[in-house]
């Protein structure tokens, strides 16, 4: 993203860089704990927002687990699904692809208020 930047003079916000970072790091860590084979992992930068996308060999879909406010862990999709502005997942010959879509103003809505429309 700094790259993106600096070389397409594209606006990115530090809270951009921040979430790509935190969804990053949840998406791969999932992938890396629940599928037993490798794991793939590609930014995608347009004008206006990142992708996150995270292949693995596993087939099974994730889902977010209801809340419950004692259980330690196993938060990390609710986290991804509450600062991205799409998250979708695509069942593959052999595994999943998922896809996190942020925006680079740092509004996942991209209002510019810094909240998601109601």
């Known amino acids: 993203l ?9 606006s990115v916000s530090a809270r951009a860089r921040d979430l790509t970072q935190l969804v ?3 998406l791969v860590t999932n992938a890396l704990k629940y599928a037993p084979g490798p794991v793939l ?4 930068v347009t004008v206006r927002a990142v992708d996150v996308v995270v292949w693995d060999s596993e087939p099974t ?4 687990r209801a809340a419950d406010p004692g259980r330690i862990g196993q938060h990390g999709l ?3 699904k509450a600062v991205t502005e799409d998250l979708f997942t695509e069942q593959e010959p052999v595994g999943k692809r ?5 925006a680079l103003s740092g509004d996942p809505g991209g ?4 909240h998601r429309p109601q």
Request: proline fraction near 3%; glycine fraction near 6%.
């Open 41 to 44: 992992m590609e930014l995608r």
């Open 111 to 114: 209002h510019g208020t810094g």
């Open 98 to 102: 998922i896809t996190a879509r942020l």
């Open 2 to 10: 700094d790259r993106a930047r600096a070389d397409h003079h594209l």
């Open 78 to 80: 609710e986290i991804v």
């Open 61 to 64: 879909v994730p889902a977010a």
């Open 24 to 26: 990053v790091s949840e």
